[in-house]
């Protein structure tokens, strides 16, 4: 009973000390809101970003207007991004691990410009951010997108902290504003195109990813892709995959991954053949490509989802065969042993008899 209740308080201490050892996670919520000043030129005042009539050279100033209901004063960095289209097929206007495609003639990073680094929203108090816009000087079709985020410079110094200290908990909280530019009402004809394949990873997880690429100044709308992988000059389909109702920022690609769903990357030529969709337009892709077995051989290595071997077990396996091949080997010399012990007993005995008769 003694030693039940000693090791039920060791028991109590080390998880009272583990505890201890666990990153503290604090709740964040944002100080300050924020809504868009909206123009005259605004395309659609029902809009809560700036979707702008723009001219060619024009110079804008565009307002943000920020207020801050806390008893401390809030210091807001601003920043502009271009609109890009991450791999669940949804379009991003903030910060984006997604770079600017190729494709883009005009950068809205070049175009909108924040007038502060920083500004300051006083305690319950309110400001504006002034972003100066200025267009290109050639005329251009379609539209120019991107976002401005807003992110208190507070937050961002706790990010840089956690990251000093070690941690993987990142929160991040933000505003971001979209911005639309326009210039004309021309229609842009619409284009896709498969730029590569390839093996890669989602989540730690193997996956083919067949990107995608938006060549033109306009938006995808209700894209849906189908897409199969099979061997090279084979029918037989190895993986495939279905998705509807993404969205293509303009002038953007991204990933679409193909799940291999728990198998482990074969080496060898396969084809992907895609049938993609968007406002009642299709494209058909086929388009052959390799997975050498390097690539294969650390992609499958560092796979969550893959059964991996227990080597252990087989040794083990392979021990105890061992061991009962040796048990039986010593068994069966320990028995002829006794039988040889017996037979030389009887013989012993026949020869005391026979000389007992003598």
Do not use: C
């Amino acid at each position: 009973m003694l030693k039940l209740k000693r090791l039920w308080i060791f028991s109590l201490i080390l998880f009272i000390s583990l505890v201890g050892f666990m990153p503290k996670v604090e709740a964040s919520e944002l100080k300050f809101s924020v809504e868009p000043v909206l123009p005259e030129n605004q395309r659609s005042k029902g809009h809560t970003y700036f979707d702008l009539n723009m001219k060619q050279n024009q110079k804008q100033t565009l307002k943000v207007h920020m207020r801050n209901d806390t008893d401390k004063e809030v210091i807001v960095k601003p920043s502009i991004h271009a609109a890009t289209t991450n791999i669940n097929g949804v379009v991003e206007y903030g910060e984006s691990n997604t770079k600017v495609d190729e494709t883009i003639q005009y950068n809205i990073e070049d175009i909108v410009k924040s007038s502060v680094d920083e500004i300051k929203v006083p305690a319950n108090g309110e400001t504006d951010l002034d972003l100066n816009v200025q267009m290109p000087e050639a005329k251009f079709k379609g539209v120019l997108a991107g976002g401005i985020t807003l992110e208190e410079k507070e937050a961002e110094k706790k990010e840089e902290k956690n990251k000093a200290q070690g941690l993987a908990i990142e929160n991040k909280y933000a505003y971001v504003v979209a911005v639309v530019l326009h210039e004309s009402e021309e229609k842009v004809a619409s284009e896709l195109k498969l730029a590569k394949v390839e093996p890669g990873q989602v989540n730690v997880r193997n996956v083919i990813n067949a990107t995608i690429q938006n060549t033109q100044p306009k938006y995808m709308n209700q894209l849906s892709v189908n897409t199969k992988i099979t061997k090279k000059g084979e029918k037989e389909v190895l993986y495939s995959s279905e998705k509807e109702g993404m969205q293509m920022a303009p002038n953007s690609s991204f990933d679409y991954p193909v799940s291999l769903k728990g198998e482990a990357l074969k080496p060898g030529k396969y084809t992907l053949d895609m049938t993609a969709t968007s406002m009642k337009q299709d494209w058909h892709f086929t388009q052959d490509f390799e997975i050498k077995a390097d690539v294969a051989k650390k992609l499958n290595k560092t796979d969550v989802s893959i059964k991996k071997e227990n080597n252990w077990m087989y040794l083990l396996i392979a021990l105890l065969f061992i061991l009962i091949i040796i048990l039986l080997v010593v068994l069966l010399f320990k028995k002829k042993k006794e039988k040889q012990v017996n037979t030389n007993k009887g013989k012993l005995k026949k020869k005391k008899k026979k000389n007992k008769s003598r």
